[in-house]
């Protein structure tokens, strides 16, 4: 879907100041532009709860985080992502890649894709699929609405491959 | 120790310090009298209260941030040590409450002391902390130590990792409300960012 440097790119245009992050295939090829940019700073966490506790800290400091996991990562993560958005109300921006969504022979069997769009209804979280080229530029657009109106958000990047 | 002899040397030693509380300690830590920067993570994700602290640490570099979690709590995000260590902030300091219980939902062992009762091997986390790259690590069993290294494991190079033995609630052990969490994380969040 996107390029790294078009990715870091979309970020940089918005003012996103750190991303917390687990990789997967696709936005792993994404780290080298995020780690040489001077002005963003990717922050690795051991497991995608983490993510959303650490973006709820950078939040609370004044920085504009956002999380950056994979869908699978999304269903580890929910107590953390409940506590942070609803509990706390915090409105934190999560960029969630949609495991084998434009390649659904890839993976046989793996049930990602029947859960992610559930879960995120289930959440309460106000979604903006991307799938194709086209609704690229819906990133920025979705995480400007978002920060202007006060609201956590998501950004489901559909992805090719496990 | 007694864990509010401790929190009460924590508190007569914190000066500008962050001071982020939770589950146990946040309930004993509403004894005391309220500071601007103190914010009781209550209510909470389990074992998420470091890695909010990270955030702040991160964001706000000039500041001191101490994050208190309990031993239960750090089983539940062991990977969070790593992190802080990857990230290794100099201006942080985890304090662990170590009872080797769930206290707050009423005192079952947790899976690190059914270990040392097994085998007689004590998980030691601040072993693993310094494992895992923090700066500083130490274990403290007396109130006396205590009291004597709390304010320089405040102001140490961090990240700092002290494990502090304490003797488990047995009596009004839950969890304690300090109030309404939207309302309180927003006047905190200003606090931080007012006076950052």
Known sequence: MYNADEFVQELLTVGVSHIVSVPDSTLGEWYPAMQQSDELSLIQVCREGEAWAVAAGLHVGGASPVVLIQCTGLFESGDALRNAIHDYGLPLFGIIGYRSYLNQSSLPGDTARIFTEPILDAWQLNTQLIDTPEKKPLLAEHYRTCRTNGHAGIALIAEGRA | ?196
């Open chain 2, 1 to 196: 120790m007694d864990l509010l002899s401790v929190l009460r040397t924590l508190h007569d030693v914190r000066t500008d310090e962050v001071l982020l509380t939770s589950m146990g300690n946040g309930r004993e830590w509403q004894q005391f009298e309220p500071h601007p920067l103190d914010f009781v993570h209550v209510p909470s994700s389990m074992g998420q209260t470091q890695s909010w602290g990270l955030g702040i640490a991160i964001a706000q570099p000039s500041r001191r941030v101490v994050a208190c979690c309990g031993d239960g709590s750090l089983l539940m995000n062991l990977g969070s040590l790593v992190t802080i260590a990857n990230v290794a902030p100099a201006n942080f300091t985890l304090l662990v409450f170590d009872n080797g219980v769930y206290e707050v939902t009423g005192g079952q062992s947790t899976p690190a002391s059914n270990i040392d009762q097994l085998i007689g091997q004590q998980i030691g986390f601040a072993r693993l902390a310094e494992e895992c790259g923090f700066r500083h690590t130490e274990r403290i069993t007396t109130l006396d130590e205590w009291q004597r290294r709390a304010e320089t494991l405040l102001k140490s190079v961090g990240p700092v990792c002290a494990v502090l033995e304490v003797a488990p609630q047995t009596k009004d052990y839950s969890v304690r409300s300090p109030g309404r969490p939207k309302e309180r994380v927003r006047e905190f969040a200003a606090t931080l960012q007012e006076s950052g």
